[in-house]
């Protein structure tokens, strides 16, 4: 089994994101992996314990995002790829899919493709499903359980979670798995984990590497603009306390939530 | 250049998701504005009963596929079909509610159709010719406003984000029988089966949400906040930190990783209020916040506030309510 996770590095989730000049600024909150993606990491390894083989991280993004992929080594990941180029620049979910698409075939074997739900920083959710378009794998995607796998039947079973409910779906492998939280618990980067990645050597793919069309990548091969990104406007009127016994505190917000007309 | 408007109704066993009127609505007040016409895509099996429902909220015409293949939402299958008939008849834009099918179906076709899709829009226009939507990023942190150039552009509509039209039972308009054209040995996935939680309202699509937090305690603690969410209609929501903890499933949380929710009035219960539960509650339009601790971050997005025990207030609330409303 060739498993691959695709990982982001994004700002920490408790970032105090804001805009300035047009740009968006975390301050000094640190960048980490995606924390969607600490899920597709875990079912990573996973997988590859279970059933044997190699678990591969990608990333598509800067040098920085190295950082990220030494993350997913020190879990538990065998190798890490960064697909980096100064022409891919301005990707947005269209180009990004094709790239991670050309990246994956690159590879040649690989039996299932993991991502994260989304990425908190544009939270487009539209990725994985674009990846596995391009591949021709069918999309799994909101996966919380992998039921079943059988490697040599080259079938998977997966529920997935829907407004509803969980859907239980077959498929053939290769496939793409879109994973939500609660499909398991991320493990900690092991102390030795942490040591073998601060070692480890993280190769980079540029877009001639992976077989890209300059036409499909960066700008050029995006079909949005982003002309504008702005803080939001801020919430309007300030708390009104209610207070009182139990019972009078009920009767007053009663009168209140009936005449806004919210109930 | 007319501006023709596909709407992607959502159903599931026949039952319309409320976010697909909404976007009919959208797609009626852009087609006005812009001159053009709205047409309803139905797709699935023995649905053609759901087709008055749209004209009425909107449709001009109702482009029907009813089909075996259709019978549950698969994106290569839906995918498939609407880049077929997309580029048989080049919509200018396509609208479809931000749900998992939603998003599935856009991202998919998006590929195909080599266009943007665009996701979990909260407002929509054209400036100049060119369609540009508002969405929020970084986990509703930051607002983008973007530009979509291509046609036809895709765009998914954040539920509740739109009021749902009233309907109009005297629109009438065409139903126009499409092939479905897939061949079931082709489509590589097989849906077996859905196990549902009964009895629950979708977080989505909810009116009114009560949510509990650390404060509750513990499971048991969830029971006061359910039973006033039966009394109200309402779904049931939770922190990460009653998530974590296992007090209740994961398909309940609200917040950065959980779910992003708009309902009318947002009522937690026990919740401090982190950052990462702010970003996926804030757009509620009424916020009422019960916690013991008056320093908590959630008094400060809250149109009401109590600062006390909430095992205390909840049952009395509930009896308040169930009172008032004749339960």
């Known amino acids: ?263 | 250049m007319a501006t023709n408007i596909w709407v992607f109704i959502e159903q599931v066993k026949a039952v319309l998701a409320q976010a697909s009127l909404e976007a009919l609505g959208e797609a009626r007040r852009l087609a006005n504005a812009q001159g053009g016409a709205v047409s309803a895509l139905l797709f699935g099996q023995d649905v053609s009963g759901l087709a008055a429902t749209t004209l009425a909220h909107g449709a001009d015409e109702v482009l029907l596929a009813d089909d075996a293949t259709l019978a549950e939402f698969r994106a290569e299958a839906y995918g498939g079909l609407l880049v077929r008939l997309a580029r048989e008849r080049q919509p200018a834009l396509i609208l479809a509610a931000a749900t998992t099918r939603g998003r599935d179906l856009l991202g998919w076709a998006a590929v195909d159709l080599e266009t943007s899709a665009l996701a979990d829009v909260i407002a929509l226009g054209y400036a100049g010719g060119q369609l540009t939507a508002t969405r929020p990023v970084y986990a509703g942190k930051l607002l983008a406003s973007v530009v979509a150039p291509k046609t036809p552009a895709l765009v998914s509509l954040r539920p509740r984000a739109f009021p749902k039209p009233e309907p109009d039972l005297a629109r009438t308009g065409q139903v126009v029988p499409v092939p479905a054209g897939l061949n079931e040995a082709e489509l590589a996935t097989k849906v077996e089966g859905t196990l549902v939680e009964e009895g629950q309202v979708s977080l989505a699509d909810a009116r009114i949400i009560v949510s509990g937090g650390r404060g509750v305690g513990g499971p048991e603690g969830f029971a006061p906040v359910r039973a006033l969410a039966q009394t109200l209609g309402a779904a049931v929501g939770a922190s990460r930190a009653a998530v974590d903890a296992g007090w209740i499933p994961y398909a309940h949380q609200v917040g950065q990783t959980g779910k992003t929710v708009a309902p009318d009035l947002y009522i937690a219960l026990g919740i401090s209020g982190a950052i990462q539960h702010q970003a996926g509650m804030r757009s509620a339009k009424t916020i009422v916040a019960v916690n013991k601790d008056p320093e908590a971050p959630i008094f400060k997005l809250a149109r009401y506030g109590v600062v006390g025990d909430l095992f205390k207030i909840v049952p009395a609330l509930d009896a308040e309510f169930k009172k008032r409303l004749g339960k």
């Not at chain 1, 300035?20 to 875990?42: C, F, H, M």
């Open chain 1, 1 to 263: 089994m060739h498993i691959v996770v695709c990982v982001k590095q994004t700002p920490d989730s408790a970032a105090k994101v804001g805009v300035e000049n047009g740009k968006v600024t975390w301050g000094d909150a640190s960048l980490v992996v995606n924390p969607w993606d600490e899920y597709a990491i875990e079912e990573a390894i996973r997988l590859k314990e279970k059933y044997g083989g190699k678990a591969s991280a990608i990333s598509l993004g800067p040098e920085s995002a190295k950082e990220a992929l030494k993350t997913c080594l020190a879990m538990g990941c065998d190798e890490a790829v960064l697909i980096a180029d100064p022409a891919f620049a301005g990707s947005d979910a269209l180009a990004t899919s094709y790239v991670l698409a050309k990246a994956i075939e690159k590879f040649g074997d690989v039996d299932v493709v993991l991502f994260g739900k989304q990425a908190i920083d544009g939270d487009t959710g539209l990725v994985p499903v674009g990846v596995a378009r391009r591949l021709g794998w069918p999309p799994l995607t909101y996966t919380i359980k992998i039921a079943e796998l059988d490697a040599t039947a080259r079938t998977i079973k997966v529920e997935r979670l829907l407004e509803e409910g969980k859907q239980v779906v077959t498929s053939r492998l290769p496939a793409v798995v879109g994973t939500v939280k609660d499909i398991n618990e991320p493990r900690y980067p092991t102390f030795m984990g942490i040591r073998k990645a601060a070692k480890a050597v993280i190769s980079t793919w540029t877009a001639a590497d992976v077989g890209c069309d300059p036409a499909k990548i960066g700008s050029s091969g995006s079909a949005m603009a982003w002309p504008q990104i702005s803080g939001l406007p801020a919430r309007q009127g300030s708390v009104e306390l209610i207070s009182g016994t139990p019972d009078e505190v009920a009767a007053q917000l009663a009168d209140k939530l009936l005449a806004d007309k919210v109930i």
